[in-house]
C-alpha cells in the first residue's frame, strides 16, 4: 500500500514563496539587481544624463524597471536594497522579543513570588503604553535621536516582550502541576533541566506562532514611522525611507510609492501567513492529545 504524500498548507507554501523572495532580496541583494538593466548599487544616481536630460522620476522602462526617484537612482535596487534592513527591524525584533519574552515568563511562572509579581507588573506598565508614542519617547528622548537599525530593534523590543512573556507564563503554569513534571523532580532533575525539556517545548509553538505575525506587523509599523519622519537614518536605504520621500510626489510619479509599498506588503503577508500557519498547528496538536 502506498503512502499518501502530504501537503503543506496553501498559506504555508504561499508564506514560504513570498519570504523566500524577499529573504533572497535581504541576504544578496546584489545578486538580485545584477539581472536588470539598471544601476546595480541604490547610490549610484545621476538627476542629469550626458545628453543633458533629467533622469530624476522616470517611469517604469526597460532600462529602469521600477522607475528612478527624485534624486534620479534606480527604484528597483533601492527597493531590492532596502529589504535587507526592513527585514532585519521585523525578524530580529521578534527574535529578540521571543527570547525575552520566554526567559522572563518561564521564570516568573514556575518561580512565582516576587519575581512573578515583578514581571507581571512590569508587562502591565510597558502595555499601558502605546506603541507609537513609546517609540517616538524612546527614539527622541532616550536615545538622543540615533535610529539605526539595532537601535530600532532594540526599541521594539523592549516595548512588545510583555505579550510574549505572559503567552510563556500561562503556558508554564499550565504544565507546572502536571504529574510527570513531578515524576521529573523525584528523579532529581534541576528545575533548569525541567523548564528546558518540558516547559519551554510546550510554550514555544503559541510563542513561535505570536512571534511571526509580529514580524510582519514590525515592517509595517517601521514604514509608518519612516513615513512621519521617526524611521531609521536617512544614510540607511529602507522602504519606509523610500515612502517617506515618495510623498510629495505620489500624484505625479506614483511608482515611487506603488513599489516599496507592493514589497512591503508582501514581506509582511508573508509573515502574518506563517504566524497564522503556525498557530493552526499548533490548535490541531492540541485537539489530538
Known amino acids: 500500500m502506498t503512502r499518501q504524500r502530504r501537503r503543506l498548507p496553501l498559506r504555508l507554501r504561499l508564506s514560504f514563496c513570498l519570504l523566500g523572495v524577499i529573504g533572497m532580496c535581504a541576504v544578496a541583494p546584489g545578486v538580485v539587481v545584477a539581472v536588470a538593466p539598471g544601476a546595480p548599487s541604490p547610490s549610484e544616481c545621476s538627476l542629469r544624463a550626458a545628453d543633458g536630460t533629467y533622469r530624476d522620476r522616470l517611469a517604469p522602462s526597460a532600462e529602469h524597471w521600477f522607475g528612478t526617484d527624485v534624486q534620479g537612482c534606480d527604484s528597483f535596487s533601492r527597493v531590492v536594497y532596502g529589504a535587507r534592513h526592513s527585514v532585519l527591524i521585523g525578524a530580529g525584533t521578534s527574535l529578540l522579543v521571543l527570547t525575552l519574552g520566554m526567559v522572563l515568563g518561564v521564570a516568573a511562572g514556575w518561580r512565582g513570588g516576587r519575581l512573578d509579581a515583578f514581571v507581571r507588573r512590569a508587562g502591565d506598565v510597558v502595555?499601558?503604553?502605546?506603541?507609537?508614542?513609546?517609540?517616538?519617547?524612546?527614539?527622541?528622548?532616550?536615545?538622543?535621536?540615533?535610529?539605526?537599525?539595532?537601535?530600532?530593534?532594540?526599541?521594539?523590543?523592549?516595548l512588545l516582550w510583555p505579550t510574549v512573556a505572559r503567552?510563556?507564563?500561562?503556558?508554564?503554569?499550565?504544565?507546572?502541576?502536571?504529574?510527570?513534571?513531578?515524576?521529573?523532580?523525584?528523579?532529581?532533575?534541576?528545575?533548569?533541566?525541567?523548564?528546558?525539556?518540558?516547559?519551554?517545548?510546550?510554550?514555544?509553538?503559541?510563542?513561535?506562532?505570536?512571534?511571526?505575525?509580529?514580524?510582519?506587523?514590525?515592517?509595517?509599523?517601521?514604514?509608518?514611522?519612516?513615513?512621519?519622519?521617526?524611521?531609521?537614518?536617512?544614510?540607511?536605504?529602507?522602504?519606509?525611507?523610500?515612502?517617506?520621500?515618495?510623498?510629495?510626489?505620489?500624484?505625479?510619479?506614483?511608482?515611487?510609492?506603488?513599489?516599496?509599498?507592493?514589497?512591503?506588503?508582501?514581506?509582511?503577508?508573508?509573515?502574518?501567513l506563517l504566524g497564522e500557519s503556525f498557530g493552526a498547528q499548533h490548535l490541531t496538536l492540541d485537539q489530538r492529545r
Open 127 to 158: 502595555l499601558g503604553v502605546p506603541l507609537a508614542i513609546g517609540m517616538i519617547f524612546l527614539l527622541t528622548l532616550v536615545l538622543g535621536g540615533r535610529r539605526s537599525t539595532l537601535v530600532m530593534v532594540l526599541a521594539f523590543a523592549s
Open 167 to 272: 503567552l510563556a507564563r500561562a503556558a508554564t503554569l499550565t504544565i507546572k502541576p502536571v504529574s510527570f513534571i513531578e515524576a521529573a523532580r523525584a528523579a532529581g532533575a534541576s528545575d533548569l533541566g525541567i523548564c528546558m525539556r518540558h516547559v519551554v517545548p510546550t510554550a514555544l509553538p503559541a510563542v513561535a506562532a505570536f512571534s511571526s505575525s509580529m514580524a510582519g506587523l514590525l515592517i509595517g509599523a517601521e514604514a509608518s514611522l519612516s513615513y512621519i519622519g521617526l524611521g531609521v537614518d536617512r544614510s540607511v536605504v529602507s522602504w519606509g525611507q523610500m515612502l517617506d520621500a515618495a510623498q510629495p510626489y505620489f500624484v505625479q510619479s506614483p511608482h515611487l510609492l506603488l513599489f516599496p509599498s507592493f514589497f512591503l506588503a508582501a514581506a509582511s503577508a508573508g509573515f502574518l
